[in-house]
């Protein structure tokens, strides 16, 4: 393989994951919610309407493109850049397989959500240059809530990399093959829990999706910071959205789970199936985040606000100490 | 990755992060000057990543970016009462005129002076551990006073808004 065309593949390779799994997540997201709802979702188009989110995205790619008066045209623009470009980022460090990622980086963990914290910029941005009040409000409470939560986000899988003692994705995959007295996975999701409640409140919340999404709420701001956007502008932003889904999932399969490997199942069967395991994993995280989304109802900005800098920040720091001397007493000289 | 990619990813970065400072001077718009400022963080974090140093640079994307401009760009926002106040025109002061020429002779002059004094690049590069242990034991210090600072800035914005309540 060429010289020049060796690293441009991955990249391209990300951005078809990340298109089908958008394509993918519509129409889970209609079936799973529709169930939730004693619905059926969609029917009509092919059987059990798969090719429902086909025909959607052609109807949006073919959709006039409105720009409103009064926008500002090169932030309105950009925007949807500035929301897709982190998305398609965030990719570069998920570890599908032992062999199968983008790039191996001895400070995956950070990275992953340093490029996500970028997104809440281009939503301000969106929102702003709309020169619409629903949408700045929607734009300035979806950064509200992002800023709020990427802090016991962050503290959340500190004590992961903390018993590892690295960052690197794969490393921290390594660290918890195997079982426990013979049949507990040695799972992070097991030996701290207190991280993984947090994780999943905070990641919620990342993602704007329902009980947390006060940004988009249609009851109230119409479409949020997204409102005065149309074809395939709003198409990069939705897109965005579901690719952060899928990243944050991923993220949790990876941190709590045990990312590709499975327990009582030998390597040599293992190699060749590690990124199918891994991608189902992650679907079954984005499954339970529809689940959350369909059950529960939205709750007030202020209680939210509330919640992420009274309780969970408090609550990560003081678990955090406590791993920390946990872990300095069993182990002194470090774990890894 | 070879000299000659290192040297147009240099030239870019550098034009964006230079450029981007005089973008965020010379607009009269207080927004556009926050995403200015933003672009030339973003561009800074890639000439730290061209010199080696992952973990600075995913740091100053993760405070800078996400953190400090999210943080301008809400108090712009709910400091200003109306839309068009964003908009403002260029107000030219002697004060401000003698700052800039007494800061551009100072950095002149220790360019000119001590330019060449470039360190040495290590040749293997350090990795995170390596930084965080030498963070916590030969630099703990400064670290700890660094950290203080910020606690104390952090301390005096909360009396600072608490202080309207009693009114």
């Known amino acids: 393989?060429?010289?020049?065309?060796?690293?441009?593949?991955?990249?391209?390779?990300?951005?078809?994951?990340?298109?089908?799994?958008?394509?993918?997540l519509i129409y889970m997201l209609r079936k799973v919610l529709g169930h939730l709802h004693l619905r059926l979702g969609p029917v009509h188009v092919g059987p059990k309407g798969v090719v429902q989110t086909t025909a959607d995205v052609l109807k949006l790619l073919s959709k006039e493109d409105v720009k409103p008066n009064g926008v500002d045209r090169w932030m309105y623009v950009l925007a949807p850049v500035i929301v897709f470009v982190p998305s398609l980022m965030a990719y570069a460090a998920l570890p599908f397989s032992e062999t199968l990622r983008i790039t191996r980086l001895d400070t995956g963990l950070l990275y992953t959500f340093a490029v996500l914290s970028v997104v809440p910029l281009g939503v301000i941005m969106a929102g702003w240059s709309s020169a619409n009040k629903y949408a700045l409000i929607g734009a300035l409470r979806a950064a509200a809530q992002q800023v709020a939560y990427e802090v016991p986000l962050l503290l959340s899988v500190l004590p992961v990399v903390m018993i590892v003692g690295s960052m690197d994705l794969a490393?921290?995959?390594a660290f918890q093959t195997g079982v426990w007295l013979g049949v507990v996975p040695r799972w992070f999701v097991v030996l701290l829990i207190p991280s993984f409640v947090i994780f999943m409140i905070a990641a919620l919340c990342e993602l704007n999706q329902t009980p947390f999404d006060m940004s988009e709420a249609e009851s109230e701001l119409v479409s949020g910071f997204a409102t005065e956007y149309s074809s395939m502008k709003f198409?990069?932003?939705?897109?965005?959205?579901?690719?952060?889904?899928?990243?944050?999932?991923?993220?949790?399969?990876?941190?709590?789970?045990?990312?590709?490997?499975?327990?009582?199942?030998p390597?040599?069967?293992?190699?060749?199936?590690?990124?199918?395991?891994?991608?189902?994993?992650?679907?079954?995280?984005?499954?339970?985040f529809m689940w959350i989304r369909g059950t529960l109802p939205r709750v007030r900005i202020d209680h939210l606000m509330n919640l992420g800098w009274k309780w969970l920040i408090p609550i990560s720091l003081a678990w955090l100490m406590l791993v920390g001397v946990v872990v300095k007493l069993v182990a002194p000289g470090g774990v890894a | 990755m070879s000299e000659s990619v290192n040297g147009v990813a240099f030239v870019i970065l550098a034009f964006a992060s230079i450029g981007g400072a005089v973008g965020m001077l010379t607009t009269r718009n207080i927004i556009h000057a926050a995403f200015w400022l933003l672009e030339v963080m973003v561009?800074?974090?890639?000439?730290?990543?061209?010199l080696s140093a992952e973990f600075l640079a995913v740091v100053q994307i993760l405070i800078y970016a996400g953190a400090v401009s999210v943080l301008m760009l809400f108090v712009i926002m709910l400091t200003l009462r109306r839309r068009e106040d964003s908009v403002r025109?260029?107000?030219?002061?002697?004060g401000?005129?003698?700052?800039?020429?007494?800061?551009?002779?100072?950095?002149?002059?220790?360019?000119a002076r001590y330019g060449d004094r470039v360190g040495e690049m290590p040749i293997v590069v350090p990795d995170t551990a390596a930084l965080g242990e030498l963070l916590f034991t030969q630099w703990a210090l400064p670290f700890e006073v660094a950290s203080l600072v910020l606690l104390v800035a952090l301390v005096g914005a909360v009396w600072w808004s608490r202080e309207g309540d009693d009114r």
Request: charged share 5%.
């Open chain 2, 89 to 94: 025109p260029v107000e030219v002061s002697i």
């Open chain 2, 43 to 50: 561009a800074v974090g890639g000439l730290y990543l061209l």
């Open chain 1, 267 to 288: 390597d040599s069967v293992l190699a060749p199936i590690a990124p199918v395991v891994f991608v189902l994993k992650t679907y079954i995280g984005i499954f339970v």
């Open chain 2, 96 to 111: 401000g005129g003698i700052l800039v020429a007494v800061f551009g002779t100072v950095m002149y002059v220790a360019i």
């Open chain 1, 1 to 24: 393989m060429s010289q020049v065309l060796a690293p441009i593949l991955p990249v391209l390779a990300a951005i078809g994951l990340m298109l089908a799994n958008g394509v993918v």
């Open chain 1, 171 to 173: 490393e921290i995959v």
């Open chain 1, 235 to 265: 198409g990069l932003i939705f897109l965005s959205e579901f690719s952060n889904s899928f990243v944050i999932s991923a993220l949790a399969v990876t941190l709590f789970f045990g990312g590709w490997t499975l327990p009582f199942v």
